[in-house]
């Protein structure tokens, strides 16, 4: 059973930093989709980022591509969001999620199998 611990969540103000790790085990799969959703309370989760280790161009949400980055230590199981020149309205809870990629290269599943227990991101104007 794969299991993933977040951290790193807090508050910043207005183009600051922040970067979240999600730390994983139990990985059984030969290849993964890794990613970061978010969530704001009344509304639904969106993707925010994604990386493959079977292969594909990393994604991003046109709303963070360019001050997010995501990527991956695969020695230490953890992948990672880099979130830079944050902005108020990317306040929200963010999860960590993986999934088996069976799909081929950057291609998941609608439906993500784990999932970390979030973090809150809130960025003060």
């Known amino acids: 059973q794969v299991q993933l611990v977040e951290s790193g969540g807090g508050s910043v103000q207005a183009g600051g930093s922040l970067r979240l790790s999600c730390r994983g085990s139990?990985?059984?799969?030969?290849?993964?989709?890794m990613g970061w959703f978010r969530q704001v309370p009344g509304k639904e989760r969106e993707g925010v980022a994604a990386?493959?280790?079977?292969?594909?161009?990393?994604y991003y949400d046109d709303s963070v591509s360019g001050r997010f980055t995501i990527s991956l230590d695969s020695a230490k199981n953890t992948h990672y969001l880099q979130m830079d020149n944050l902005k108020p309205e990317d306040t929200a809870i963010y999860y960590c999620?993986?999934?088996?990629?069976?799909?081929?290269?950057?291609?998941?599943?609608?439906?993500?199998?784990?999932w970390g227990q979030g973090t809150q991101v809130t960025v003060s104007s």
């Open positions: 999620a993986a999934d088996p990629q069976i799909y081929g290269p950057g291609t998941c599943s609608p439906e993500w199998a784990y």
């Open positions: 139990g990985y059984t799969a030969s290849a993964y989709c």
């Open positions: 990386i493959y280790t079977g292969g594909g161009d990393d």
